[in-house]
DNA sequence: ATAGTTTCTAGAGCTGACTCTAAGTCAAGC
DNA sequence: GCTTGACTTAGAGTCAGCTCTAGAAACTAT
């Protein structure tokens, strides 16, 4: 069973002129042509794209995926450098990670002032007096429900 | 108190270059200047930074994020499209997460599947007999090996 | 006062990742 | 045989988000 490149795309939800781009920059050394030159695409091609768009969506550079996947060409020399190459990037999106479920904390935390200050009518609740600065306090307010056991995400939550 | 783009710069690990950028977008309107035309940042400035930074780590595009400063900019009026935008981007965040925990566990398998090719000498042993293609049974393997109840994180690891 | 550092603006340049155009090839249906 | 549509290449264009340059003005330290 093969593929042309618009099924390949159909099915991947990938344009061909992206999948095109790819092959052009490294990532598809594996993509068989037929006699016409048009690219062929074996259900085996399928394990690579499912590892190219791993490591897109883990925010890899199209050229280190295109490292990762000559060094898969090349055979059982070059295992423990795929290995450790995983290792390294399987590291960095853990480091992400966490970082995000910092933003999103963040996010609720403001999402609390601006719910506090819709109850009120107006944000100058949570301004230091005759001023349109924000009072530090408000935000130790917000950490010291979360302290007591609160969640965040209900905190932000509008009635 | 108050600081120069350079202090703001080292402060937030952020360029001046990137500063005056922002500036330019319209992320930045809040910033007072003194008389001879320079950006002078204020304490409560920090607060919308903080901000800022926080929507591009959520990946915001830059021009939402103006969009969202313009909101705080406009007054009480705006507290609740303020709400909801927080509200939308902490849902992005939620749902990026939850992909970004699948791409993980992808990556942990392929590193079980590295690692068990390591402890053979060769990738070969999860080829299709008398092909270079991978048997679609080891990943099956894989899954049953979780489904019973190991982490992937640790089948991935070398011992 | 002067040298060195910092800042200012406008605008050019860069990078990554596509995205498309042009001109041509090939396969399928009428 | 001829049209239609999917494919090919090389190379140009686009977009976001910086990043830097040039030239001028303004602080800072001696």
């Known amino acids: 069973m093969s593929y042309s490149i618009g099924q390949v795309s159909e099915k991947l ?4 002129y992206t999948l095109r781009y790819y092959d052009k920059e490294g990532l598809l050394p594996f993509v068989d042509r037929n006699d016409a030159g048009r ?39 070059t295992l423990q450098a795929r290995y450790d190459f995983l290792t390294e990037h399987e590291q960095a999106l853990e480091k992400k990670m966490a970082q995000l479920q910092h933003t999103l904390d963040f996010l609720r935390w ?13 944000e100058s ?33 509008l009635a």
Chains 1, 2 share one sequence.
């Open 13 to 16: 939800s990938i344009s061909p």
């Open 39 to 77: 690219r062929r695409f074996k259900d085996n091609d399928f394990n690579f794209l499912e590892v190219i768009m791993c490591l897109k969506e883990a925010d890899v550079p199209v050229k280190q995926i295109g490292d990762f996947i000559d060094l898969c060409m090349t055979g059982d020399t």
């Open 110 to 122: 403001k999402k609390w002032y601006y719910k506090t200050a819709l109850q009120a009518g107006t």
């Open 125 to 157: 609740i949570h301004y230091l007096p005759g001023t349109n600065h924000v009072d530090p306090a408000v935000h130790v307010e917000f950490e010291k429900l979360v302290a007591n056991g609160a969640s965040p995400e209900e905190l932000g939550k």
